[in-house]
């Protein structure tokens, strides 16, 4: 059980072009999901966390007009790389919590790897 | 502020050996620790996680400690496997967030 999928899980595209990646709860609600960014060789950084129906609460340095979220159901959350650059390729990585409380653990995705030519 | 530090970065051993990988952090007020495995290129794998009232979990090879007031976990794995290379992160929830550390990238030669 606690099954996250995220797609897609590699993605290619030119610089200026706008990216969604997609993270499913397959198994359970997800009453919040949070988003992190990876570079190489280094630990996961916490972007974003999202409730399900309210706005998402970015961390600080994280522009939220460029990473814009959406957590329109229990089942499904979105990240959209608007106008992206290269600077913005990275291995982005979803979690999934389900219930109420921080006690409850977070169900990662698989990752999604976008490389901006 | 919540850091979390890994030692060692990276560690290469040979099949068999027993290890312990380090993870401290400066905040107390934990609400639990996870031990992660990633594998290259992949998503988090959850190994252990302990709450914030234990000192240990285990889960067959894998033993992982939890001293709260010092600050300090060590996961220990027992008779290494060249499967078992990966690159393993500990996270701490705090404030209501995963606060992870830099990893320790394991190597297991065969």
């Known amino acids: 059980g606690a099954v996250v999928s995220q797609h897609p899980s590699w993605v290619i595209c030119k610089s200026g072009t706008s990216v969604k990646i997609e993270c499913r709860s397959l198994d359970f609600q997800a009453t919040t999901m949070f988003w992190y960014r990876q570079f190489p060789k280094q630990s996961l950084m916490l972007m974003a966390t999202?409730?399900?129906?309210?706005?998402?609460?970015?961390e600080q340095g994280v522009e939220k007009d460029k990473f814009l979220i959406n957590h329109a159901s229990l089942t499904l959350s979105t990240l959209t790389v608007t106008s992206a650059h290269p600077e913005d390729s990275s291995f982005y990585i979803c979690?999934?919590?389900?219930?109420?409380?921080?006690?409850?653990?977070?169900?990662f995705g698989d990752g999604t790897r976008l490389s901006i030519l | 502020k919540q850091e979390v530090t890994q030692i060692p970065a990276a560690l290469s051993v040979p099949e068999g050996e027993n290890l312990v990988l380090n993870c401290s952090f400066t905040?107390?007020?934990?609400?639990?620790l996870q031990w992660f495995r990633q594998d290259p290129g992949k998503g988090l794998t959850s190994l252990l996680l302990?709450?914030?009232?234990?000192r240990e979990q285990t889960s067959g090879r894998l033993n992982a400690s939890l001293d709260k007031s010092s600050g300090r976990s060590t996961l220990y794995i027992a008779a290494s496997q060249p499967g078992d290379s990966a690159t393993y992160l500990c996270?701490?929830?705090?404030?209501?967030?995963?606060?992870f550390g830099q990893g320790t990238e394991l190597s297991v030669k065969p």
């Open positions: 979690s999934a919590r389900g219930g109420q409380g921080e006690g409850q653990p977070q169900h």
């Open positions: 302990i709450q914030s009232s234990q």
């Open positions: 996270a701490v929830t705090w404030g209501g967030k995963l606060i």
């Open positions: 905040d107390s007020a934990i609400y639990n």
């Open positions: 999202s409730n399900e129906g309210s706005k998402a609460t970015y």
